[in-house]
């Protein structure tokens, strides 16, 4: 979805030049070209920003700016003024009103451009952060989040929380997950989202790093991963936007490792894209295939580009999902791994199983295969059974 562009100036010449550009370089723009044609706008379309010019007829740009913020809804839109060079004043009382940032006329396109994607890279993350923020509410307070820290439990109980309650309901599939936490919290997770037309989002992931930050950033790409599912991308470009936010927003020795595809039961297809996740298998008859259509890991290269892949879904096809806490689980007596293709054996072996028991048949095989020692990574399974006509 193109970001919205709110461009309001009463020079005809520049507003048109300005819509231009901008709607070349992909953003939706809105014009108005009074003060009180501005705000109107604002409320109608609730832009992404707003180039507001400060001397204007009717309503100049200070007024624009105070009714702004002086509105719930409308007071976190950023603004960028448009101002004549010399009038450093009115500069300072538009920043002091409450504007983000000022370019002056006449202005350089490029540097325009440059200024509006400085600003959009910052409420970018704000967009998807906040809707995390009132999920947990006072977690997030200052205490809340002094407490979170101390307390490993409580971020249990959130993780926990966040996973899905119960399995989807998708005609004519069986699905399945479960997720096991070498400590209290985790950072793997699994989601299945709701999709339109009757079609399921299906996600695992790995977040490489230990304890309170990995777990952090996973409930942060959940959440994130929620609300760009739900612009219905391909699941190349969902992960493509995944990886600029983390990007941005996250050190490089934090990475994540992902599967995200979209199972669609009218078309019997199944969509994905991996980002260099552990292969989920598909098992048509006797046969097991590796879906390894995808990319890179997110959030250390801000070039990386993913490819998607849609599959067939057969009557009596299976896929199982898995990442790497279970195939790099090791024998306690010599360090043997568990490996892929002692799992791809019990896969095979007990694919007729129901899709929850299917699950914890590898998990059974897998504490019989490692012994007594201590669990060193977290454990993530999915299943989805395509159920015989």
Not at 27 to 49: R, W, Y
Not at 115 to 127: N, P, V
Not at 271 to 297: D, F, V, W
Request: proline share 4%; charged share 25%.
């Amino acid at each position: 979805m193109a970001e919205k562009i709110l461009a309001v100036d009463d020079e005809i010449d520049i507003l048109q030049l300005v819509e231009m550009t901008l709607t070349s370089d992909g953003f939706e723009v809105i014009t108005a070209s009074n003060g009180i044609e501005a705000l109107e706008q604002a409320k109608v379309h609730m832009p992404d920003l707003i180039l507001l010019d400060l001397m204007m007829p009717e309503m100049d740009g200070f007024e624009v700016i105070k009714h702004l913020k002086q509105t719930p809804e409308m007071r976190d839109i950023p603004v960028i003024m448009l101002t004549a060079r010399a009038q450093t004043h009115e500069r300072i009382e538009g920043l002091s009103a409450g504007a983000d940032d000022y370019i002056t006329k006449p202005f350089e396109l490029e540097e325009l451009k440059l200024r509006i994607e400085s600003i959009l890279a910052h409420t970018r993350k704000t967009k998807y952060i906040n809707p995390l923020v009132g999920a947990l509410g006072d977690w997030f307070t200052e205490d809340g989040v002094e407490q979170f820290a101390e307390h490993l439990r409580a971020a249990s109980a959130i993780q926990q929380h966040l996973l899905p309650q119960s399995e989807p309901e998708l005609a004519g599939f069986d699905i399945s997950g479960l997720l096991e936490s070498s400590m209290l919290i985790s950072g793997d997770f699994y989601d299945f989202v709701p999709l339109e037309d009757d079609r399921l989002g299906i996600v695992i992931a790995d977040v490489r790093g230990k304890g309170i930050p990995a777990a952090l950033l996973m409930v942060m790409i959940r959440t994130s991963l929620r609300l760009v599912c739900r612009e219905d991308m391909s699941p190349s470009s969902v992960l493509k936007r995944v990886n600029d936010l983390l990007v941005i927003d996250t050190a490089p020795d934090f990475f994540v490792t992902m599967v995200y595809g979209i199972l669609d039961p009218n078309s019997m297809t199944f969509t994905y894209s991996n980002a260099g996740h552990c292969y989920p298998l598909l098992l048509r008859g006797e046969k097991i295939e590796e879906l390894q259509t995808g990319g890179m890991i997110l959030g250390c290269f801000g070039f990386a580009e993913f490819e998607t892949e849609t599959i067939e879904i057969e009557s009596g096809n299976k896929i199982l999902f898995y990442t790497d806490g279970l195939t790099e689980a090791e024998f306690e007596a010599d360090g043997e791994f568990y490996g892929e293709e002692r799992l791809k054996r019990v896969f095979k072996e007990n694919n007729n199983l129901p899709a929850d028991e299917l699950c914890r048949k590898i998990r059974e095989d897998l504490s019989s295969f490692c012994g007594t020692g201590q669990q060193k990574d977290d454990i993530t399974i999915v299943a989805i059974k395509s159920r015989k006509s």
